[in-house]
Structures are given as structure tokens and as C-alpha cells.
Nanobody
Framework: QVQLVESGGGLVQAGGSPRLSCAASGGTFSDYAMGWFRQAPGKEREFVAAINWSGDITYYADSVKGRFTISRDNTKNTVYLQMNSLKPEDTAVYYC?????????????????WGQGTQVTVSS
């Protein structure tokens, strides 16, 4: 069983650059590809970014490409989401997810473990 705990959310001004963290426990972190998803009010959860086990392969949603960066530190069992140039439309609950495969994936169904989410609110 893998437990995921996100942190780093909060109220941010447009243009801000917060970094989300997701600490994993249980299992072997380097066995898992990791992903970030988000859910805005009244909308379905959507893919944001994903990273393979070693960190050398990443994927991004078009809406965040060039602004967000996903990374991981396998020595700290942590995955990060650096968010730059935030916009009000980035307001959402951000979820960290782990899949029981080292290969990166972009669909929700590919991920088995989920964190509780962290709220990011971007003010204009």
C-alpha cells in the first residue's frame, strides 16, 4: 500500500510560482511512475503532468506545457510540480498519483494510488 501526501498549495496571485510536493511512503518509490492531476470546481479531474521512474521521461497537458515542470527525487521519495506563470484558470485541487509501473502514463485509470489533494487558488 502506497500513501501519498501533497503539500504546497494555497492562495497564490496570478503570475506566481508555487511548488507542490508529494511525499510517498510504502512500497518502493522508484518502481512507480508518478502523475499530477487536477480538478477544478464543476469540472472533471484532468491530467496535468507525469514522470517515469527515473525522471528522464515527462509528459504535460497542453494547458500547462512550458509553465509547469514535474520532477522527482527518488532518494526522498518525493515528486514535485513546479508551477510558473499561474493563471486563474489553474485554480483547482491538485492530486498526486502513483502507478504500479515504472512507465509514464497520462490517464487516470493507469494510476492506482492517490493523495488527498491540495487546493491551489489563483487570484487575479
Amino acid at each position: 500500500q502506497v500513501q501519498l501526501v501533497e503539500s504546497g498549495g494555497g492562495l497564490v496571485q496570478a503570475g506566481g510560482s508555487p511548488r507542490l510536493s508529494c511525499a510517498a511512503s510504502g512500497g518502493t518509490f522508484s518502481d512507480y511512475a508518478m502523475g499530477w492531476f487536477r480538478q477544478a470546481p464543476g469540472k472533471e479531474r484532468e491530467f496535468v503532468a507525469a514522470i517515469n521512474w527515473s525522471g528522464d521521461i515527462t509528459y504535460y497537458a497542453d494547458s500547462v506545457k512550458g509553465r509547469f515542470t514535474i520532477s522527482r527525487d527518488n532518494t526522498k521519495n518525493t515528486v514535485y510540480l513546479q508551477m510558473n506563470s499561474l493563471k486563474p484558470e489553474d485554480t483547482a485541487v491538485y492530486y498526486c498519483a502513483a502507478r504500479t509501473s515504472p512507465v509514464v502514463a497520462t490517464t487516470e485509470g493507469a494510476y492506482l494510488y492517490w493523495g488527498q489533494g491540495t487546493q491551489v487558488t489563483v487570484s487575479s
